[in-house]
């Protein structure tokens, strides 16, 4: 699934190619690409016409598109790309792609904008705006490392309160957004903690080193236009990332960790994988209550 770097860097081309145009023609396919759209995907393709696009934001792995009404009111084209959406700037005779889902046809003329998702995990659906421009259907997703919103002082004190694993803490979309499996797997191998360290255990400086290594990756990663592992994540112009190239961690076991040698190893982790240095990263003596099995009789933790 796109990460942060990866939805960040679909949104700029979102801000380049689309915002300051206004939609002619919407055409949905299916109800899938709508099914977060409860009145259904011909009522949002209608009222999607006519709308002028303002900005193109995002927070975490969620984008939007800040329309102006004809009547002046202001709504948010919300879009979720799941596991293989792609937002693609294409001209209106470009050949269609097998797994197209809506396509956007402007006033202006070409380019048009089309949604592509072969898994068709993600799809789009209009919201309400909060005072602070965020879509209401996505205000409980807390703000990400890179918005001004963050406030990284808040999210230690409330890491250090959890008896949970960093790892999990760093995934809940709900304490800091847009961090998904790869950056966090990054961020651990580069503060050399190991991800099933429980956070109320950690101090707050090494928390706060973890965060500020969240960052620095996924600003790295959008440089080099995020991560892609195979032809399903691309810009809007159809283009990969090459971050993978520079990952330390996830993804590379068995081979040699950059920094002292070890081979790079792989665990199970909420049904997939994450990927540590043995000698950089030691594991915890004890794992974390909240990753341990039920003890017998239902109740959990070690005698």
Request: charged residues 25%.
């Given at each position: 699934?796109?990460?942060?770097?990866?939805?960040?860097?679909?949104?700029?081309?979102?801000?380049?190619?689309?915002?300051?145009?206004?939609?002619?023609?919407?055409?949905?396919?299916?109800?899938?690409?709508?099914?977060?759209?409860?009145?259904?995907?011909?009522?949002?393709?209608?009222?999607?016409?006519?709308?002028?696009?303002?900005?193109?934001?995002?927070?975490?792995?969620?984008?939007?598109?800040?329309?102006?009404?004809?009547?002046?009111?202001?709504?948010?084209?919300?879009?979720?790309?799941?596991?293989?959406?792609q937002l693609?700037?294409?001209?209106?005779?470009?050949?269609?792609?097998?797994?197209?889902?809506?396509?956007?046809?402007?006033?202006?003329?070409?380019?048009?904008?089309?949604?592509?998702?072969?898994?068709?995990?993600?799809?789009?659906?209009?919201?309400?705006?909060?005072?602070?421009?965020?879509?209401?259907?996505?205000?409980?997703?807390?703000?990400?490392?890179?918005?001004?919103?963050?406030?990284?002082?808040?999210?230690?004190?409330?890491?250090?309160?959890?008896?949970?694993?960093?790892?999990?803490?760093?995934?809940?979309?709900?304490?800091?957004?847009?961090?998904?499996?790869?950056?966090?797997?990054?961020?651990?191998?580069?503060?050399?903690?190991?991800?099933?360290?429980?956070?109320?255990?950690?101090?707050?400086?090494?928390?706060?080193?973890?965060?500020?290594?969240?960052?620095?990756?996924?600003?790295?990663?959008?440089?080099?236009?995020?991560?892609?592992?195979?032809?399903?994540?691309?810009?809007?112009?159809?283009?990969?990332?090459?971050?993978d190239r520079?990952?330390?961690?996830?993804?590379?076991?068995?081979?040699?960790?950059?920094?002292?040698?070890?081979?790079?190893?792989?665990?199970?982790?909420?049904?997939?994988?994450?990927?540590?240095?043995?000698?950089?990263?030691?594991?915890?003596r004890r794992?974390?209550?909240?990753?341990?099995?039920?003890?017998?009789?239902?109740?959990?933790?070690?005698?």
């Open positions: 699934m796109p990460e942060l770097p990866e939805v960040e860097v679909v949104r700029r081309g979102l801000a380049a190619h689309v915002v300051g145009r206004t939609f002619a023609r919407a055409e949905l396919r299916g109800a899938r690409v709508a099914r977060r759209h409860t009145p259904g995907p011909l009522d949002l393709a209608l009222r999607l016409e006519g709308n002028h696009v303002e900005a193109a934001r995002r927070r975490g792995k969620y984008l939007w598109l800040v329309l102006r009404t004809p009547d002046g009111s202001r709504q948010g084209l919300v879009t979720h790309l799941g596991m293989s959406g693609l700037v294409e001209p209106a005779d470009a050949p269609e792609e097998k797994h197209l889902h809506a396509r956007f046809s402007f006033t202006d003329g070409d380019p048009e904008l089309r949604f592509v998702d072969q898994r068709t995990f993600g799809g789009m659906a209009l919201a309400e705006l909060t005072d602070a421009r965020v879509p209401e259907s996505i205000a409980h997703i807390a703000p990400d490392p890179l918005e001004e919103a963050y406030d990284q002082a808040s999210v230690v004190r409330r890491m250090k309160s959890r008896d949970s694993a960093v790892k999990r803490a760093l995934l809940d979309q709900s304490l800091v957004s847009g961090v998904g499996n790869i950056y966090a797997d990054e961020a651990l191998w580069r503060a050399q903690v190991h991800g099933e360290r429980v956070c109320s255990a950690l101090t707050g400086a090494t928390l706060n080193r973890i965060l500020d290594h969240a960052r620095e990756v996924m600003v790295a990663a959008l440089g080099q236009g995020g991560t892609s592992f195979d032809a399903l994540y691309v810009n809007v112009n159809g283009a990969s990332g090459y971050f520079s990952l330390h961690a996830y993804g590379q076991e068995g081979r040699p960790c950059d920094r002292c040698g070890a081979l790079i190893r792989r665990e199970p982790f909420m049904n997939r994988s994450s990927f540590s240095c043995p000698r950089c990263q030691p594991r915890p794992r974390p209550a909240a990753m341990r099995p039920p003890a017998v009789g239902g109740r959990t933790g070690e005698r």
